[in-house]
């Protein structure tokens, strides 16, 4: 089983900055990409950002270019998303998740690709 223990979320107002943490345990914890994703209230989970662990690929959807910054640390097995210049728009509960396995090919944009999922953590952008 692997653990992930989001952390990091909290109220700030627009245009301000958080930084969100992933913690993952697990004796099979054995990531190929590790991604963030977002859930408001009333709306579907969507893909936020997403990197591979073992070189430097990222994704990010549109809307949060130039704006959040998805790192890891290998060494602590610990996930980062950097998000400047938050939009009450941003408001949401925002999951940790990894695809444990290697795969040939794989959309990480979709959450049928993902194995494991952190209880998640609020942040909420006030205007």
């Known amino acids: 089983q692997v653990q992930l223990v989001e952390s990091g979320g909290g109220l700030v107002q627009a245009g301000g900055s958080l930084r969100l943490s992933c913690a993952a345990s697990?004796?099979?914890?054995?990531?190929?990409?590790m991604g963030w994703f977002r859930q408001a209230p009333g709306k579907e989970r969507e893909f936020v950002a997403a990197?591979?662990?073992?070189?430097?690929?990222?994704s990010y959807t549109d809307s949060v270019k130039d704006r959040f910054t998805i790192s890891r640390d290998n060494a602590k097995n610990t996930l980062y998303l950097q998000m400047n210049t938050l939009k009450p728009e941003d408001t949401a509960v925002y999951y940790c998740?990894?695809?444990?396995?290697?795969?040939?090919?794989?959309?990480?944009?979709?959450?049928?690709?993902?194995?494991?999922w952190g209880q998640g953590t609020q942040v909420t952008v006030s205007s």
């Open positions: 990197i591979s662990w073992g070189d430097f690929r990222t």
């Open positions: 697990g004796r099979t914890f054995s990531p190929y990409v």
């Open positions: 998740t990894v695809i444990n396995t290697w795969k040939l090919s794989s959309d990480w944009t979709r959450r049928s690709e993902y194995d494991y």
